[in-house]
């Protein structure tokens, strides 16, 4: 949400034989004498956005971890022990200092794995720290191309497809809406520059026209000239790719009359906005956001366990599949390793999401795992099945549209291939 383009170090490939072993030998885990021990407990740390841009995502990353700690618990823990799970925080770009601290401090308690960041470009600040660490590092909601290709030793994997699938189909959105001349607003950021130019090439393969393409400094909050600018460009539709500035860049366009319905936001910024005085103006709006239709019900335990925890309401929802499923996915490897360390959870994370018997939860994926089975977890957020890169190579969008209210609904989901 400066790519080293070399291919995942030996445990990438280490994993990669280690699935095919598993399948053509009916064992259901890799020997774990070439491992590091563990010390017998899945400790997982979070470095997440407390404060800053992104502090909207915290409660249902938050949420979607600990009912998924719960859910692990309460099925026997991992390895039989509970899971055990911190948190710190991680901030946004605009506070480069805070996530590297919050890195090292959870490395220092010993965790085998680091559930975050958030935002790509803080996770390009902290991977090359946990990665060489040989901890785990997972996120829910990385999006930039490019954290694909990073040479993170195979330790580094992400529940949210990257942004060439996003950019794709908010892009031809945009075109089949009838838009013809389109302004793009983008966050100069790793995160805004990869899903701008996916989305740009995508609308201008579709016929269309982009007027402008203006970018702006993470945390900028005066936009009266992109906008003036966009405006002259003669824009008919503007997508938007920030994070909170759209706070900023909403009322800046309504005060110049453009029409509220032909705004395109996407992952970063779509929230709920039912409480700014501008939220009618964005009647009709649509924009994009990683993941399918929420099962009710899940949301309904996350959002429960959430004010038990928590004392508030959770209000937002994006990225809780990808979050709980995050954590399935480490508590799972580690169980089918028999060992908790960061190198035996990295080798067996493609083997648990691909090519065995399907489970949807960790009780029935802990049964399939003792009783010497190969397992394919599919969680809330699809179907997940990491690639040797540690990207889930299929993946789906969920188109949404605001009412007058300033909350958006789920339109329709689009499915499609999230590494080309």
Same mark, same amino acid.
């Given at each position: 949400?400066? /790519?080293?383009? @070399? $291919?995942?170090?030996?445990? #990438?490939?280490? =994993? %990669?034989?280690? +699935? *095919? &072993? ?78 590297? /601290?919050?890195? @090292? $401090?959870?490395?220092?308690? #010993?965790?085998? =794995? %680091?559930?975050? +960041? *958030? &935002? ?78 996916? /989305?740009?090439? @995508? ?93 009710? /019900?899940?949301? @309904? ?120």
């Amino acid at each position: 949400m400066s /790519a080293f383009l @070399t $291919k995942r170090k030996l445990v #990438g490939t280490v =994993a %990669v034989f280690a +699935a *095919a &072993a598993i399948a053509l030998s009916g064992c259901a885990a890799t020997p774990t004498s070439s491992y590091a021990a563990g010390d017998g407990v899945l400790k997982l740390g979070g470095v997440l956005p407390l404060t800053g841009a992104l502090a909207f995502l915290s409660p249902p990353e938050i949420a979607g971890v600990e009912l998924a700690v719960q859910d692990i618990n309460d099925a026997g823990g991992v390895l039989g022990k509970p899971v055990e799970w911190s948190v710190e925080d991680s901030s946004d770009g605009d506070h480069p200092e805070i996530a590297p /601290a919050s890195a @090292t $401090k959870v490395l220092s308690e #010993g965790v085998d =794995a %680091v559930v975050g +960041a *958030a &935002a790509s470009g803080v996770t390009k600040s902290i991977i090359d720290q946990i990665t060489s660490n040989k901890t785990v590092e997972i996120s829910m909601s990385n999006t930039s191309p490019d954290l694909t290709l990073w040479a993170d030793g195979g330790y580094y994997f992400r529940t949210a497809p990257s942004d060439l699938l996003q950019g794709a189909i908010v892009g031809n959105q945009i075109v089949s809406d009838g838009n013809e001349n389109v302004a793009i607003i983008y966050q100069q950021t790793s995160y805004g520059e990869g899903l701008m130019a996916k /989305a740009k090439a @995508t609308i201008e393969a579709a016929g269309a026209t982009v007027v402008s393409n203006l970018p702006f400094p993470e945390a900028e909050t005066n936009f009266d000239t992109i906008v003036d600018q966009t405006i002259a460009a003669g824009a008919d539709s503007v997508l938007v790719i920030s994070y909170d500035e759209l706070k900023k860049i909403v009322p800046a366009l309504q005060k110049k009359k453009f029409d509220g319905s032909k705004i395109y936001l996407v992952d970063g910024n779509l929230a709920n906005y039912s409480d700014q005085a501008w939220a009618p103006y964005l009647e009709n709006a649509k924009g994009t956001l990683p993941g399918g239709k929420l099962d009710e /019900a899940f949301k @309904t335990r996350a959002a429960d366990l959430y004010k038990t925890n928590h004392g508030t309401e959770l209000t937002e929802f994006a990225y809780l599949a990808e979050s709980y499923d995050a954590v399935m996915l480490l508590a799972l490897a580690a169980e089918q390793a028999g060992n908790d360390s960061g190198e035996a959870i990295a080798a067996n994370m493609i083997s648990v999401s691909t090519g065995g018997e399907k489970v949807t939860n960790f009780a029935d994926g802990l049964a399939a795992i003792k009783a010497g089975k190969d397992i394919d977890f599919d969680g809330f957020s699809g179907p997940i099945e990491f690639d040797e890169n540690g990207d889930p190579t299929g993946a789906s969008i969920g188109i949404y549209q605001y009412g007058k209210d300033g909350t958006n609904t789920l339109l329709n989901v689009v499915a499609g291939n999230s590494v080309k």
